[in-house]
């Protein structure tokens, strides 16, 4: 069993920042692929980030040169730094990761943490 925990989320003015954080636990060999996604109200589940085992991100336009993505593999943790947030941020981001266990490998999705942008 594997647990993608998030945390950070909140309410954030325009122009805020927040930090979102989340921790994979339990049956884990490595975790290749992590990143975020978002859900807005009505609205299909969009990319955000994303980083690869070695550290190559990719990153949707719209949060291009405001979000930064990084993990540190030692605590199986990824992170997405938001910064001059705009209300058509607000959204529940959702943490992806593909993690092998022995010879299988499987896509594992956490909870969903609120992100709310507004004045």
């Known amino acids: 069993q594997v647990q993608l925990v998030e945390s950070g989320g909140g309410l954030v003015q325009p122009g805020g920042s927040l930090r979102l954080s989340c921790a994979a636990s339990?049956?884990?060999?490595?975790?290749?692929?992590m990143g975020w996604y978002r859900q807005a109200p009505g609205k299909q589940r969009e990319l955000a980030a994303t980083i690869t085992s070695g550290g190559s991100t990719n990153y949707a336009d719209s949060v291009k040169g405001r979000f930064t993505i990084s993990r540190d593999n030692a605590k199986n943790t990824v992170y997405l730094q938001m910064n001059s947030l705009k209300p058509e941020d607000t959204a529940v981001y959702y943490c992806?990761?593909?993690?092998?266990?022995?010879?299988?490998?499987?896509?594992?999705w956490g909870q969903g943490t609120q992100v709310t942008v507004s004045s």
């Open positions: 339990g049956s884990i060999s490595t975790i290749n692929a």
């Open positions: 992806n990761a593909a993690i092998r266990y022995y010879f299988r490998t499987q896509d594992y």
